[in-house]
């Protein structure tokens, strides 16, 4: 089984270089995370020698162009979708706001949407808004006790009415990896279709989005090593069914439909450096082919990395008195994105005292607002929320475990 080379990955990434983060621990990655030298690179470029109107026949436009293209068809071939189902915009936010619009117009008064109170608010919110038009929506509740979504509450709301349902593939603080083709095969069985967002989980390695059976998927690249940019998977079949959300000259261009306002050029010919990063890890881990497992084997490379640092936070954080941990105690099907309260103790002070070492986590409800009313816990002071990624090494680890076993 081959093991992650974790100097090889540290190169690809100057912060690990960059003198005024020396001594810095980032743990706050399900927020953000590093960007790769690739990336970088990909960005300087454009802007350098080919920032201007993309896909004009002189150059550097027609280059601006092939890049942004070029982008876009291997983003979709580590997605293992077509081209034309893949569009960029600014934030995941922007990408489901636009397509509830598309729904306005598209569904009808007493058609049925299923939400769930365990996402971030930008897989509920805007679907929660098409309620003033008539729209039923039904509320997919976790299991308080342990925070999960559980299949016997999809069957009790699923019905000839429903035409979507909405769910998170990761949650952005459970942390749990949901079973999202059992859930989308539930879901199309009743002739609906699902909507994933996979916002948590992306960073964790990109998603094959045909095998998981997701009508739309969501993700941002700036949580997988990228630029400040939402990816948005849409099928073709979901393409021609809603209405245009674009300009009306463009309403037989696909990747044009639903992106009402102008992408960023530059952004989108960065992506190049994102998927320049993945086939590097692929390429220096592995005999392989650009094929289509190479999605699947990346992916299980990094999850075992990760897998092995959760193991000894999981296991101190369960042993220690007066933590109340959010979600599975164990790795199994589980993110490294882990949160938790204290007894008589604001998660903001844990973080401020953590920062006064040079370590950096996050606190409150991060935007998962009714997952917190859910839980019982007070959403504006929310839980202590850690997260790292595959290029977290076994020493950062360590010193927040010291860190958080002094200050607990």
């Known amino acids: 089984m081959t093991t992650l080379d974790i100097e090889f990955v540290r190169n690809q990434f100057p912060a690990f270089s ?60 580590w997605l293992n979708v077509d081209a034309e189902e893949v569009h960029f915009s600014a934030s995941t936010s922007q990408n489901s706001y636009v397509v509830a619009q ?12 299923i939400v769930t109170n365990q996402d971030h608010e930008a897989n509920i919110g805007v679907w929660r808004k098409l309620e003033a038009q008539g729209i039923v929506i039904r509320e997919w509740q976790i299991n308080p006790e342990t925070a999960e979504l559980e299949i016997e509450g999809l069957d009790a ?17 459970v942390g749990s990896i949901n079973p999202v083709r059992e859930w989308t095969d539930k879901i199309h069985a009743v002739g609906a279709l699902a909507f994933v967002d ?22 941002s690249l700036y949580k997988v090593y990228g630029p400040h940019l939402g990816v948005m998977v849409m099928r073709q079949a979901v393409n021609e069914l809603l209405p245009n959300q674009g300009h009306f000259f463009n309403v037989d261009h696909a990747t044009s439909r639903f992106t009402p306002a102008g992408p960023d050029h ?14 590097a890890i692929d390429a220096h881990h592995f005999d392989a082919s650009a094929d289509s497992t190479k999605t699947s084997r990346v992916g299980a490379l990094l999850h075992r990395a ?31 994105t882990v949160s938790f309260t204290v007894d008589g103790v604001d998660p903001e002070i844990i973080a401020e005292k953590l920062a006064k070492q040079r370590i950096g986590i996050a606190n409150g409800n991060c935007y998962a607002y009714r997952l917190m009313e859910a839980l ?13 990624v595959h290029y977290t090494n076994r020493e950062e680890v360590r010193r927040l475990i010291d860190a958080l076993a002094d200050i607990i």
């Open 18 to 77: 960059e003198p005024t983060l020396e001594g810095f621990a980032h743990f706050e990655n399900a927020g953000g995370s590093y960007a790769c030298s690739q990336m970088i690179n990909a960005l300087h470029h454009y802007y350098s020698a080919t920032k201007v109107q993309p896909y004009y026949g002189f150059e550097p436009s027609h280059g601006a162009g092939m890049e942004m293209t070029r982008g876009r068809e291997r983003m979709a071939s």
């Open 102 to 113: 598309a729904l306005r117009d598209h569904l009808k008064v007493g058609d049925e949407i």
């Open 157 to 173: 709301l699923l019905n000839e009415n429903t035409r979507i349902v909405a769910f998170t593939h990761c949650s952005n603080i």
């Open 198 to 219: 996979g916002v948590s989980y992306a960073g964790h390695g990109l998603p094959d989005v045909d095998a998981l059976g997701a009508d739309i998927y969501f993700f």
């Open 266 to 279: 530059a952004q989108i010919a960065s992506v190049n450096g994102v998927i320049d990063y993945f086939e």
């Open 306 to 336: 990760e897998t092995e640092n959760l193991e000894p936070l999981l296991d101190f954080l369960k042993q220690r008195k007066g933590i109340n941990l959010i979600g599975k105690p164990t790795t199994d099907n589980r993110a490294p």
């Open 376 to 388: 019982g816990i007070p959403p504006e002071q929310g839980v202590v929320r850690l997260s790292f």
